[in-house]
Protein backbone atom coordinates (compact mmCIF):
# COMPACT_ATOMS: atom_id res chain seq x y z
CA UNK A 1 0.00 0.00 0.00
CA UNK A 2 1.56 3.55 -0.89
CA UNK A 3 2.29 5.81 1.58
CA UNK A 4 0.41 9.00 2.12
CA UNK A 5 2.05 12.00 3.45
CA UNK A 6 0.81 14.96 4.51
CA UNK A 7 -2.29 13.89 6.51
CA UNK A 8 -1.52 13.39 10.45
CA UNK A 9 -4.17 11.32 12.63
CA UNK A 10 -2.97 12.57 16.39
CA UNK A 11 -0.77 14.72 18.03
CA UNK A 12 1.91 14.39 20.16
CA UNK A 13 2.83 17.17 22.41
CA UNK A 14 5.51 18.30 24.79
CA UNK A 15 8.66 15.85 22.85
CA UNK A 16 12.18 16.78 23.97
CA UNK A 17 15.71 15.39 23.42
CA UNK A 18 15.21 13.60 26.67
CA UNK A 19 11.29 13.35 27.85
CA UNK A 20 8.07 13.56 25.70
CA UNK A 21 4.22 13.52 26.89
CA UNK A 22 1.52 11.09 25.56
CA UNK A 23 -2.13 11.85 25.38
CA UNK A 24 -4.80 9.61 26.23
CA UNK A 25 -7.79 12.13 25.76
CA UNK A 26 -10.00 10.23 23.71
CA UNK A 27 -11.37 6.92 22.78
CA UNK A 28 -9.20 3.71 22.51
CA UNK A 29 -9.74 2.53 19.23
CA UNK A 30 -8.46 -0.31 17.14
CA UNK A 31 -7.17 1.74 14.15
CA UNK A 32 -6.87 4.18 12.08
CA UNK A 33 -10.07 4.51 10.68
CA UNK A 34 -12.13 4.30 13.99
CA UNK A 35 -10.19 7.39 15.15
CA UNK A 36 -13.07 9.42 14.41
CA UNK A 37 -11.08 12.62 16.53
CA UNK A 38 -7.57 13.68 16.91
CA UNK A 39 -7.58 12.61 21.17
CA UNK A 40 -8.59 9.00 19.82
CA UNK A 41 -5.41 6.47 19.78
CA UNK A 42 -4.78 2.88 18.53
CA UNK A 43 -2.14 0.33 18.61
CA UNK A 44 -0.26 0.87 15.67
CA UNK A 45 0.27 4.93 16.34
CA UNK A 46 1.00 3.75 19.73
CA UNK A 47 3.87 1.44 18.33
CA UNK A 48 5.06 3.84 16.02
CA UNK A 49 5.60 6.79 18.27
CA UNK A 50 7.29 4.47 21.30
CA UNK A 51 9.42 3.57 18.84
CA UNK A 52 11.07 7.00 18.26
CA UNK A 53 11.14 7.94 22.05
CA UNK A 54 13.40 4.83 23.10
CA UNK A 55 15.98 6.38 25.35
CA UNK A 56 13.38 8.81 27.09
CA UNK A 57 11.32 9.61 30.02
CA UNK A 58 7.66 9.17 28.99
CA UNK A 59 4.81 11.42 30.82
CA UNK A 60 1.10 9.51 29.96
CA UNK A 61 -2.15 12.12 30.84
CA UNK A 62 -5.13 10.31 30.79
CA UNK A 63 -8.98 11.86 30.36
CA UNK A 64 -10.67 8.68 28.94
CA UNK A 65 -13.75 6.56 28.76
CA UNK A 66 -12.20 4.02 27.37
CA UNK A 67 -12.95 1.81 24.34
CA UNK A 68 -11.91 -1.08 22.51
CA UNK A 69 -10.40 -4.20 24.87
CA UNK A 70 -7.94 -5.64 22.76
CA UNK A 71 -6.55 -1.94 21.34
CA UNK A 72 -6.17 -0.84 25.43
CA UNK A 73 -4.55 -4.45 26.28
CA UNK A 74 -2.01 -4.20 23.26
CA UNK A 75 -1.22 -0.60 24.48
CA UNK A 76 -1.03 -1.78 27.87
CA UNK A 77 1.41 -4.11 27.28
CA UNK A 78 3.22 -2.22 24.54
CA UNK A 79 4.03 0.80 27.53
CA UNK A 80 4.61 -2.14 29.80
CA UNK A 81 7.36 -3.35 27.46
CA UNK A 82 8.64 0.16 27.04
CA UNK A 83 8.67 0.83 30.89
CA UNK A 84 11.11 -2.03 31.15
CA UNK A 85 14.00 0.17 29.86
CA UNK A 86 12.21 3.78 30.02
CA UNK A 87 11.06 5.55 33.25
CA UNK A 88 7.12 6.06 32.28
CA UNK A 89 5.05 7.56 35.01
CA UNK A 90 0.84 8.21 34.00
CA UNK A 91 -1.08 10.69 35.23
CA UNK A 92 -5.07 10.41 35.65
CA UNK A 93 -6.22 13.67 34.83
CA UNK A 94 -10.00 13.11 34.73
CA UNK A 95 -11.42 9.83 34.56
CA UNK A 96 -9.76 6.47 33.09
CA UNK A 97 -12.47 4.05 32.60
CA UNK A 98 -13.29 0.85 31.96
CA UNK A 99 -10.19 -0.26 29.67
CA UNK A 100 -8.21 3.19 30.22
CA UNK A 101 -8.25 1.92 33.52
CA UNK A 102 -6.03 -0.64 32.50
CA UNK A 103 -3.47 1.57 30.65
CA UNK A 104 -3.63 3.74 33.45
CA UNK A 105 -1.28 1.01 35.20
CA UNK A 106 0.90 0.71 32.17
CA UNK A 107 3.79 2.85 33.90
CA UNK A 108 7.37 2.20 35.67
CA UNK A 109 6.06 3.90 38.88
CA UNK A 110 2.50 3.74 40.25
CA UNK A 111 -0.21 6.24 38.79
CA UNK A 112 -0.39 9.71 40.18
CA UNK A 113 -4.58 9.88 40.79
CA UNK A 114 -6.05 13.43 42.29
CA UNK A 115 -8.38 12.91 45.32
CA UNK A 116 -11.00 14.30 42.90
CA UNK A 117 -10.16 12.20 39.28
CA UNK A 118 -11.46 8.58 38.98
CA UNK A 119 -10.71 5.13 38.15
CA UNK A 120 -13.97 3.27 36.89
CA UNK A 121 -13.81 -0.50 36.16
CA UNK A 122 -16.50 -3.06 35.38
CA UNK A 123 -16.75 -6.30 32.82
CA UNK A 124 -16.67 -5.38 29.72
CA UNK A 125 -19.44 -5.29 27.34
CA UNK A 126 -20.48 -5.70 23.81
CA UNK A 127 -22.91 -5.36 21.31
CA UNK A 128 -24.06 -9.46 20.09
CA UNK A 129 -26.70 -10.28 17.53
CA UNK A 130 -27.38 -13.88 16.64
CA UNK A 131 -29.08 -16.76 17.45
CA UNK A 132 -29.49 -18.69 21.36
CA UNK A 133 -25.67 -20.39 20.61
CA UNK A 134 -24.18 -17.20 19.68
CA UNK A 135 -25.15 -15.31 22.76
CA UNK A 136 -24.48 -17.68 25.01
CA UNK A 137 -20.80 -17.64 23.00
CA UNK A 138 -20.24 -14.34 23.45
CA UNK A 139 -21.41 -14.48 27.28
CA UNK A 140 -18.15 -16.88 27.93
CA UNK A 141 -15.70 -14.69 25.67
CA UNK A 142 -16.83 -12.15 27.93
CA UNK A 143 -15.99 -13.78 30.68
CA UNK A 144 -12.95 -15.04 29.43
CA UNK A 145 -11.61 -11.39 29.12
CA UNK A 146 -13.24 -10.52 32.03
CA UNK A 147 -10.48 -12.79 33.66
CA UNK A 148 -7.76 -11.45 31.21
CA UNK A 149 -8.30 -7.80 32.82
CA UNK A 150 -9.09 -8.84 36.31
CA UNK A 151 -5.33 -10.33 35.78
CA UNK A 152 -3.88 -7.13 35.27
CA UNK A 153 -5.74 -5.36 38.25
CA UNK A 154 -4.56 -8.00 40.50
CA UNK A 155 -0.81 -7.02 39.08
CA UNK A 156 -1.33 -3.44 40.90
CA UNK A 157 -2.97 -4.34 43.87
CA UNK A 158 -1.97 -3.66 47.56
CA UNK A 159 -0.96 -6.22 49.66
CA UNK A 160 -3.83 -8.17 51.08
CA UNK A 161 -6.55 -7.26 48.13
CA UNK A 162 -7.81 -10.40 47.35
CA UNK A 163 -9.32 -11.15 43.73
CA UNK A 164 -12.84 -11.88 45.02
CA UNK A 165 -12.80 -7.75 46.17
CA UNK A 166 -11.38 -6.82 42.67
CA UNK A 167 -14.02 -9.04 41.20
CA UNK A 168 -16.88 -7.83 42.74
CA UNK A 169 -16.01 -3.88 42.14
CA UNK A 170 -15.95 -4.94 38.21
CA UNK A 171 -19.50 -6.54 38.54
CA UNK A 172 -20.64 -3.90 40.19
CA UNK A 173 -19.05 -1.06 38.06
CA UNK A 174 -17.31 0.84 40.18
CA UNK A 175 -16.32 4.77 40.21
CA UNK A 176 -13.36 5.23 42.81
CA UNK A 177 -11.70 8.26 43.37
CA UNK A 178 -8.55 8.93 44.07
CA UNK A 179 -8.49 8.44 47.81
CA UNK A 180 -10.95 5.31 47.48
CA UNK A 181 -8.68 3.56 44.72
CA UNK A 182 -5.49 3.75 47.01
CA UNK A 183 -7.47 1.67 49.13
CA UNK A 184 -7.09 -1.46 46.61
CA UNK A 185 -4.59 -0.55 44.13
CA UNK A 186 -1.17 0.47 44.40
CA UNK A 187 -1.35 4.35 43.28
CA UNK A 188 0.02 8.17 44.43
CA UNK A 189 -2.82 10.19 45.53
CA UNK A 190 -2.33 13.97 44.68
CA UNK A 191 -4.26 17.02 45.87
CA UNK A 192 -7.09 17.87 43.59
CA UNK A 193 -6.81 19.73 40.68
CA UNK A 194 -9.29 23.02 40.37
CA UNK A 195 -11.34 21.36 37.16
CA UNK A 196 -11.90 18.26 36.13
CA UNK A 197 -11.97 18.22 32.34
CA UNK A 198 -14.79 16.54 31.05
CA UNK A 199 -13.84 12.59 29.57
CA UNK A 200 -14.28 12.37 25.66
CA UNK A 201 -16.12 9.57 23.57
CA UNK A 202 -19.19 7.53 23.62
CA UNK A 203 -18.13 5.13 26.12
CA UNK A 204 -17.93 6.56 29.48
CA UNK A 205 -21.94 8.11 28.75
CA UNK A 206 -22.67 4.54 28.63
CA UNK A 207 -21.69 3.83 32.13
CA UNK A 208 -24.19 3.25 34.67
CA UNK A 209 -22.93 4.11 37.40
CA UNK A 210 -21.25 7.61 36.88
CA UNK A 211 -20.54 9.77 40.20
CA UNK A 212 -23.71 12.33 41.29
CA UNK A 213 -21.03 15.02 41.60
CA UNK A 214 -19.98 14.56 37.85
CA UNK A 215 -23.60 14.16 36.38
CA UNK A 216 -24.65 17.88 38.65
CA UNK A 217 -21.70 19.48 36.65
CA UNK A 218 -23.09 17.83 33.42
CA UNK A 219 -26.47 19.91 34.07
CA UNK A 220 -25.33 23.02 35.44
CA UNK A 221 -26.46 24.80 32.45
CA UNK A 222 -23.31 26.83 31.76
CA UNK A 223 -21.42 23.78 31.87
CA UNK A 224 -24.23 22.54 29.41
CA UNK A 225 -23.84 25.19 26.89
CA UNK A 226 -20.22 24.79 26.88
CA UNK A 227 -20.46 21.07 26.20
CA UNK A 228 -22.87 21.96 23.27
CA UNK A 229 -20.56 24.32 22.02
CA UNK A 230 -18.20 21.90 21.84
CA UNK A 231 -20.01 19.18 19.76
CA UNK A 232 -20.63 21.80 17.10
CA UNK A 233 -16.69 22.23 16.90
CA UNK A 234 -16.60 18.24 17.18
CA UNK A 235 -18.74 17.61 14.46
CA UNK A 236 -17.96 19.99 11.95
CA UNK A 237 -14.18 18.79 12.78
CA UNK A 238 -15.62 15.28 12.21
CA UNK A 239 -16.47 16.86 8.78
CA UNK A 240 -13.43 17.59 7.71
CA UNK A 241 -12.03 15.05 8.56
CA UNK A 242 -14.48 12.23 6.66
CA UNK A 243 -13.67 13.99 4.02
CA UNK A 244 -9.86 13.71 4.16
CA UNK A 245 -10.01 10.67 4.82
CA UNK A 246 -12.58 9.83 1.55
CA UNK A 247 -10.03 11.37 -0.10
CA UNK A 248 -6.89 9.62 1.15
CA UNK A 249 -9.24 6.62 0.17
CA UNK A 250 -9.44 7.34 -3.06
CA UNK A 251 -5.88 8.17 -3.83
CA UNK A 252 -5.97 4.78 -2.09
CA UNK A 253 -7.76 2.97 -4.57
CA UNK A 254 -6.89 4.74 -7.74
CA UNK A 255 -2.64 4.05 -6.90
CA UNK A 256 -4.37 0.55 -7.14
CA UNK A 257 -5.94 0.88 -10.51
CA UNK A 258 -2.90 2.34 -11.92
CA UNK A 259 -0.80 -0.70 -11.01
Known sequence: MPKIKGFKCFEIKNETATTADLYFYGDIVSDWWGAWQEEDQYPEA???FLNDQQGKSLNIFINSGGGSVFAGIAIYNMIRRFAEKNTVQVYVDGVAASIASVI???GSTPPKVPTNAFL???NPWADCTGNAEDLRKMADDLDVIGGGILDVYMNHVKEGVTEETIKSLMDAETWLSGKDASEYF????TDSVTEIAAAAG???ARSRNMPKDLKVKNEDPAAEKEQSEHQDAREAELIQNNAKRDAIA???????RKE
Not at 250 to 256: A, G, H, L, P, V
Open 46 to 48: IKN
Open 202 to 204: EYV
Open 120 to 122: MIH
Open 186 to 189: NIET
Open 250 to 256: RTIINSY
Open 104 to 106: AFS
